[in-house]
DNA sequence: ATTATCTATAGATCTATAGATAATGC
DNA sequence: ATTATCTATAGATCTATAGATAATGC
């Protein structure tokens, strides 16, 4: 009757087996909302997606929502954090702001997989406490304090930066030929001035060397 | 066996009672949209939220997928012809581009059901012929082939502004006391800056006063 | 012996249709 | 007589669980 209930770290095989079956499931969750499935595949799908049992989903999970929410919150801590280890050390909030928003376009590039999910996901992920959104007010919200960004309500301006991140992660998924890496760029320089940087300072700031980018 | 299947116009009172059952699906339809029950309502809940016996449905649509699609086209192409007929007579396209989108923001107030319609849909309004997105992207289009705009993708940057938009009528319907109508105009400014405007032109653009506005 | 996975299935829910009922046309 | 609506239901699909099977721990 010991305690050993840790799961993800290899305890032992049994927890490892076990972890692995609930990471297919989080996976193939990942990848119908990325394929636009969204949360309207069955419980069936999913466990086939998954290439496991049908009965076993209930091992993990207790209902689509749960696993879907999980989900989520695993792909947006994952990419979040990424942002945080590349943003490192940078205190200036435009700079920041711009930073974070060229790595998440540049996630069409580097992370494929996460850059589905968001335009699978939509604007939707503005309402989870995880990932780009939290992250990305937080930074508008400091601009706006000090003066960087005059921009009055940053809720409105952050849905419309992330509007602008997903046509680009979208149309970059659909038509790979009609956007290039410098339209990541563009993106950034429109959003800062969206914001109320200068045109120049704007130009500037979104041509700054990145931090490099992990590619798994 | 006359021809007589107008339906919409009322030729008798058969087809009017049938284009009244008709329009509550239709209805029905856009209020589960606009609740976020999006289509994943089942056909009973239709029925029942139109008021109508359950295999009435079939009368009229062969699917649900089917109801939907009519139904946003209905809410689009109405919104759409209100812009056309505010926007009769205006050619300079940032202006055009500006006074359609202080129209759109302003259905948070002149047609709520409008608006939370599209706040149910989210971006994927971006992906149908109908509604402010082609209009939108023609705009967009035509100022930038004249220099007003200086952005190099105009998807891209549509995205952006249906976000901005799709923001502020989202923040204006969970939280109205925290979004004037103001709120839309400087939405409008700060648009036109991300597509390249000038600001003191930017902000001259949001602020001309606006055709009159159709409230019903 | 313990634990997780898998298969099979009962019960619930949903879709699509058939047939009865009600309303209108002529 | 014609047409649309409504009620009832068959068949399909989906969820949740029980019990059998397989893998691991000790």
Redesign the interface.
Known sequence: MAVQTNGALGANRLDRRKAHTRQALVDAAVGLIADGRG??ASIQEITEAADIGFGSFYNHFDSKEQLFETASEEVLECWGQMIDRACAGISDSAKLFAVSLRISGRLAWTHPEIARFLTGA???I?DLPYGLAPRALRDIQAGQAVGQFT???A??????????L???L??RERHPER?EES?VD??AE??L????V??PEAKRLARLPLPPIETW
Chains 1, 2 share one sequence.
């Open positions: 949360d309207r939509g604007l939707k503005l921009i009055s309500n809720e409105i301006a952050l849905s419309a930066v992330s509007g602008g997903l046509g680009l979208r149309l956007v339209a563009e993106l429109a959003s001035r969206l914001l109320g200068r045109a």
